[in-house]
């Protein structure tokens, strides 16, 4: 079956230090991989893809996300974190095709980032 | 701002009632997807329609249809609602790759 984990529930970090935050997947084929951010009471903001290319990909407000095939992740990291980061991050997967399929979502990391 | 809209904002209604949720896709996007999220399921992928056509179905439930007009905005029709179907309804709609979600309705059964 294919599906992505996310297996932190919560990631707690201190402002100014760097973030990573964790995504591995299951599914067949080679899939276009995405990070979507969501803030309280508002709806999912994309972050950034990776379809094909360099492994490293450069996303919104400072975020990158670095794909690794042999692991079959793609962890989201950022250098500097902001009291402002603080929120629910979600990866998500489409399988090979991708455009115009759905997304399957993991469930979900708490980002807390501490002033 | 994604640039898709949906109404209502908010929904409480009672257990046996039905309701219908709107989306409004990008400008020029022929897609359009329906996605629950809950505390227990998670964020769930309903059902897709291209361009009026019904695409892809997730796990929606037998209650639940939609439907996608010539003008491409979708409407999610939730009937002999429960409890268990409160929940955040996001509709989505896509470019080449990305998709891009709407604010969502809070759909909360009494």
């Known amino acids: 079956a294919q599906s992505v984990a996310q297996p932190e529930d919560q990631v707690n970090v201190a402002e100014g230090n760097p973030l990573t935050v964790k995504c591995t997947y299951s599914v067949s084929g080679n899939p276009y991989l995405f990070w979507y951010v969501q803030y309280p009471n508002r709806g999912l903001q994309f972050l950034l893809k990776y379809i094909t290319g360099d492994n490293l990909v450069k996303g919104s407000y400072g975020f990158e996300a670095e794909f690794n095939k042999s692991q079959t992740s793609f962890h989201l990291k950022k250098p500097s974190a902001l009291v402002s980061d603080s929120a629910l991050y979600f990866c998500a997967v489409t399988p090979t095709g991708g455009g115009y399929n759905k997304l399957i979502f993991g469930a979900g990391t708490r980002l807390a980032v501490h002033p | 701002d994604s640039g898709v809209t949906q109404t209502p904002k908010h929904l409480i209604t009672a257990t046996g009632q039905r309701v219908t949720l709107r989306c409004s896709p990008r400008s020029g996007d022929l897609s359009v997807y329906w996605y629950q999220q809950s505390l227990d399921q998670g964020l769930q992928f309903l059902i897709q329609?291209?361009?009026?056509?019904?695409?892809a179905k997730g796990n929606i439930l037998e209650r639940f249809s939609a439907q996608q007009f010539p003008d491409l905005h979708s409407e999610l029709n939730l009937s002999s609602l429960e409890l268990g179907d409160s929940a955040l309804y996001f509709c989505?709609?896509?470019?080449?790759?990305?998709?891009?979600f709407g604010p969502g309705t809070r759909l909360t059964v009494l």
């Open positions: 989505a709609s896509s470019g080449d790759n990305e998709q891009f």
């Open positions: 329609y291209y361009n009026g056509e019904e695409r």
